[in-house]
T-cell receptor, first 112, second 113 residues
Framework: GDSVTQMEGPVTLSEEAFLTINCTYT??????LFWYVQYPGEGLQLLLK?????DKGSNKGFEATYRKETTSFHLEKGSVQVSDSAVYFC???????????FGQGTTLQVKP | NAGVTQTPKFQVLKTGQSMTLQCAQD?????MSWYRQDPGMGLRLIHY???????DQGEVPNGYNVSRSTTEDFPLRLLSAAPSQTSVYFC????????????FGPGTRLTVL
């Protein structure tokens, strides 16, 4: 079945460090891919998305490219800030049913 | 627009009690869903609906009931609460187009003693 696998956390970085959070997926058909972010005590917010192969989603300095050949959607940011500390979820939306399938989440902690 | 609203924010139940978690959206979205979030397990789909009068099971439906009588509302019912249902519950809505993201409510933190 369809699934999403994320790198395990927590990830601890110093401010201004480069961030990569790996995400790979298994899907039949052509899913849309999403990164959501959850700040402490809050619900999930969309961070970025890509709907077809080679699309790049970007927002707030974060980027991810839909790589069909490697079934990946890795999240990157060139210089993280303390305010980026949160849990990041990779997800795919199944094209025929509309269901959203999540990875297990990666906790990012950025230290000053 | 209020977006997706959920009530209550917190709830404590005793084993065997029943309750309904409320979810409403004001964006005229066809698609609504319920997830539970447990540590280290991401979000798991409980039930979803593609429109009024239509519901289907997700990954972890046991112990939960839903109905969708209007486009706006999608309540989640626990008929006989169990400690294994202690979790944070999120409701989400979206258009039916799979290119579009789902919008999430603020969550309900449920503890079953």
């Amino acid at each position: 079945g369809d699934s999403v696998t994320q790198m395990e956390g927590p990830v601890t970085l110093s401010e201004e460090a480069f961030l990569t959070i790996n995400c790979t997926y298994t899907a039949t058909g052509y899913p849309s891919l999403f990164w959501y972010v959850q700040y402490p005590g809050e619900g999930l917010q969309l961070l970025l998305k890509a709907t077809k192969a080679d699309d790049k989603g970007s927002n707030k300095g974060f980027e991810a490219t839909y790589r069909k050949e490697t079934t990946s959607f890795h999240l990157e940011k060139g210089s993280v800030q303390v305010s980026d500390s949160a849990v990041y979820f990779c997800a795919l939306r199944v094209s025929n049913t509309g269901k959203l399938i999540f990875g297990q989440g990666t906790t990012l902690q950025v230290k000053p | 627009n209020a977006g997706v609203t959920q009530t209550p924010k917190f709830q404590v139940l005793k084993t065997g009690q029943s309750m309904t978690l409320q979810c409403a959206q004001d964006m005229n979205h066809e698609y609504m869903s319920w997830y539970r979030q447990d540590p280290g397990m991401g979000l798991r789909l409980i039930h979803y609906s593609v429109g009024a009068g239509i519901t289907d099971q997700g990954e972890v439906p046991n112990g939960y009931n839903v109905s969708r009588s209007t486009t706006e509302d999608f309540p989640l019912r626990l008929l006989s609460a169990a400690p294994s249902q202690t979790s944070v519950y999120f409701c989400a809505s979206s258009t039916g187009n799979s290119y579009n993201e789902q919008f999430f409510g603020p969550g309900t933190r449920l503890t079953v003693l």
